[in-house]
């Protein structure tokens, strides 16, 4: 019964009121969304009258014939959106084509993202400066090559000062061998 109620006061929403309702206090969070649909669901969120961000990069692609210069998204599969302070409006966003669930860390709760993150992201969109994207490394992770003479080679992740080593340890002779390593040329394994 409650669920009608809701699905009613959702319907009754057009997008004036739900920007009436978004507040700079309302939190960010993240959505998750179908493959490759990060812009049709940042356009329909803002068709919608909810703030949405999706940080992107400029990258030159290769196809059959031509090259051509496309937007990325920095994080692909990811929308990030401010979430009106009104009952119903997780549903209304969920309800957006192309949106898959919120990014929580607890079951069946959306975790909001720090603000500090979201200005900082911002900040450096508009910077207009080039971007590299680098996947979250961590010391001791297992990774892989995806680029350069060592492609598809397998080691771990360490750091020795600012520089990422690539390792391969040889457990037999308890040693191991490093190499200085782009991150952009490494994911996980």
């Known amino acids: ?50 703030e949405a961000l999706l940080p992107s990069v400029r990258k030159s692609s290769q196809w059959k014939d031509r090259r051509k210069i496309i937007d990325h998204p920095v994080f692909p599969g990811y929308v990030f959106v401010k979430v009106p302070v009104y009952p119903g409006a997780f549903v209304y966003v969920l309800r957006t084509r192309g949106v898959v669930a919120f990014v929580s860390l607890e079951s069946s709760t959306p975790t909001p993202v720090y603000p500090e993150e979201i200005a900082s992201l911002r900040l450096l969109i508009e910077s207009g400066k080039h971007i590299e994207i680098y996947p979250h490394l961590k010391e001791g992770t297992r990774v892989r090559v995806k680029n350069g003479p060592l492609q598809n080679a397998e080691g771990v992740l360490s750091r020795r000062e600012n520089d990422y080593l690539f390792s391969v340890n040889v457990e037999l002779l308890g040693r191991s061998v490093a190499v200085k390593i782009s991150a952009e040329d490494i994911e996980s394994a």
């Open 1 to 50: 019964m409650e669920y009608q109620v809701l699905d009613r006061a959702i319907g009754e929403y057009e997008p004036s009121t739900i920007q009436q309702t978004t507040t700079s206090e309302s939190p960010w969070y993240v959505v998750h969304v179908k493959s490759r649909h990060e812009f049709v669901v940042h356009d329909e969120l803002l068709r919608k009258g909810i």
